[in-house]
């Protein structure tokens, strides 16, 4: 027994040290997560890098041009646009990921369900699912954040319910052949409880395309979040976020004449959602080489 | 294949139901409460009056009494009145549907013709030179925030070549067909390069997929030409699930593009939808949630019917 065991732990850390390895040689998946570690850092450690404050108003220095003393600027009311941005990834990102998280796990618990019991509970999640994948998705979080209200956490709760349609097929999918499989009949037959052998024994094999899609749900979501704040119906703009500081861009005067309001940000965005993309790219390739 | 169309399309009919029933619902519970949006303010003061207001206008009533009186109406063409500017909802998703239309389709064709050549060319000279930009602009495409993109635009192209106006749909004194396609190309080909990147994607994964096929090796193995392998064989054989991603974006039609009408102050079903989310204008916010539905549900019916016209097996199964 011990050396099954044994056995068992060496094979799986040859497979991940093998997994780690093609990993390593991925330069883009490497390039994007360095990337995304490096504006993380940045944005978690804020105050390492900026003495500014998100906040402070200067009225001396409004819209001034990068400098100095303001690398990326100021805003219309002086307020540096570099501290802002770093700031302002904080609520980003986690919109992002924890938006990502929980609509994962809501598509996890459905699928399982709809893919373990079958039958008609299956088919009303189906159905349920296809309903809300073929609304487009701005004009579903629009209704949603006109019912829940503007808010921090009510665009969390939206986009846990407009992000988990992918994971529940796939983990449906994966369900419908995986219970025909051996093993989940010995379950069966030991007398487990459909709990255990759902979450415990069927569920961890379907987690790598989960990890994948999460990671590109994660760049898709802060991709909404900052189309929404510009459109003036995300976080609250007393928040800063990357959305809100683009939301001056909604003046022509601000785009002709201030671009380091609206430029620079943008491509903060852009750079990092690419870097989480070329990740999540990189994962798919270790993680589940089928899907390509 | 009629008994077909007929039980798909009365399929629609309990679905458009059921999702007028829960946005309706749903939007009960904003805490907005209409009627002081119709009287004036030193009015509300008098909390007799607001009740006889709420008693007159049927508020009160329970939630399924003024549903069906609300879908009533609707039924009968009566689509109701914006709580806030007060306009018939009717005359205004008149005025702007066109221009909705006009954007999205626009959009919908050239991202079509371009998303698919390319596609397809990347598919069959794969790691060609095409293939190589399509795929980074695939990449960059789907990293790039529409509004940012459409931003950028509006700066090079309006404001620093003074190629195309910034915004709008048309000038105070041109109103001929030029004006128009003048106004539209900015917005269409922003909306166009943010579709493509998906549907290139799409064409060329399909097509790599025919081309590995056995049919095909079995038709070049026939000394057939390299062309006719290529457009007979292989591009109706991928068109079909292409088509099938086609309809599922025709709800864009009408609802879709809400964030570059944003940015080009583009007078469509968009723009009202934002606003009516802004002020909370539940009334419109329903008919235009209704009308993105009817149009996924038309949308999905295609597709239904698409996939029986070209898989047998589909209608056989039914």
């Known amino acids: ?292 | 294949m009629l008994k077909f169309i007929v039980k798909k399309l009365l399929q629609m009919i309990p679905m458009l139901l059921l999702i007028s029933f829960i946005v309706f619902v749903g939007l009960q519970f904003t805490g907005i409460d209409p009627i002081y949006y119709m009287i004036s303010p030193d009015m509300a003061a008098n909390t007799d009056n607001i009740e006889a207001l709420r008693e007159l206008y049927g508020f009160n009533d329970p939630l399924l009494v003024r549903y069906f009186r609300w879908l009533g109406d609707l039924l009968q063409g009566n689509f109701g009145y914006s709580i806030v500017s007060g306009s018939s909802i009717k005359t205004v998703i008149a005025q702007r549907l066109p221009a909705t239309l006009e954007l999205s389709a626009f959009a919908l064709v050239l991202s079509t013709i371009i998303g698919i050549t390319i596609g397809i060319i990347s598919a069959i000279k794969q790691n060609g030179i095409i293939d190589y930009i399509g795929r980074v602009f695939a990449v960059v495409g789907q990293a790039i925030p529409q509004f940012f993109f459409g931003i950028s635009m509006i700066l090079i192209f309006a404001i620093k070549l003074g190629w195309f106006p910034t915004a709008g749909r048309m000038s105070p004194e041109g109103v001929g067909f030029g004006d128009r396609l003048w106004h539209l190309v900015l917005p269409g080909v922003t909306l166009t390069l943010s579709m493509c990147a998906v549907l290139m994607r799409y064409a060329r994964n399909t097509m790599l997929g025919v081309l590995n096929s056995d049919y095909i090796k079995t038709a070049r193995s026939k000394g057939i030409p390299e062309w006719k392998v290529y457009l007979k064989h292989g591009f109706r054989n991928a068109m079909r699930p292409v088509l099938v991603i086609l309809c599922f974006r025709l709800p864009m039609l009408i609802g879709g593009s809400v964030v570059i009408e944003e940015v080009f102050a583009w007078p469509g079903i968009g723009t009202i939808l934002t606003q009516a989310v802004v002020s909370g204008d539940y009334p419109v916010i329903l008919v235009t949630t209704l009308m993105v539905a009817a149009a996924m549900l038309v949308a999905s019916f295609l597709v239904d019917v698409l996939t029986a016209l070209l898989d047998p097996r589909v209608r056989i199964g039914e």
């Open chain 1, 1 to 292: 027994m011990e050396l099954t065991l044994k056995e068992k732990r060496s094979a799986s850390s040859s497979l991940m040290k093998k997994n780690i390895r093609k990993f390593l040689n991925n330069r883009l998946a490497m390039i994007g997560l360095i990337f995304m570690l490096i504006l993380l850092f940045m944005c978690v450690f804020a105050p390492l890098f900026t003495s500014y404050d998100a906040e402070t108003v200067d009225f001396t220095a409004m819209r001034a041009a990068p400098s100095r003393e303001h690398i990326f600027g100021t805003d219309r009311l002086g307020r540096d646009i570099f501290a802002r941005i770093l700031y302002g990834g904080r609520v980003s990102i986690l919109v992002g990921v924890v938006g990502a998280f929980s609509g994962s796990l809501i598509g996890m618990v459905l699928g399982s369900i709809a893919g373990y019991f079958g039958g008609k509970i299956d088919a009303l999640l189906v159905r349920i699912s296809e309903l809300f994948q073929t609304f487009p998705q701005m004009v579903l979080i629009l209704i949603m954040v006109a019912v829940l209200g503007q808010g921090l956490e009510n665009l969390l709760i939206i986009f846990s319910l407009t992000g988990w349609m992918t994971t529940f097929r796939m983990v449906r999918n994966e369900f419908l052949s995986l219970k025909e499989e051996t093993y989940v009949k010995v379950c069966e037959a030991f007398g487990m409880s459909k709990m255990s052998i759902m979450f415990g024994q069927i569920l961890p094999n379907v987690m790598s395309p989960v990890i994948v899609a999460t990671t590109v749900n994660v760049a898709g979501f802060i991709l909404q979040e900052a189309s929404l704040s510009f459109l003036g119906v995300g976080v609250p703009t007393t928040i800063p976020t990357w959305g809100n500081i683009l939301n001056a861009a909604k003046s022509i005067d601000v785009v002709t004449n201030y671009w380091w309001l609206w430029l620079i940000p943008g491509l903060v965005i852009t750079i990092f959602v690419l870097a989480v993309n070329f990740f999540g790219d990189g994962l798919r390739d270790v993680l589940d080489p089928k899907q390509q």
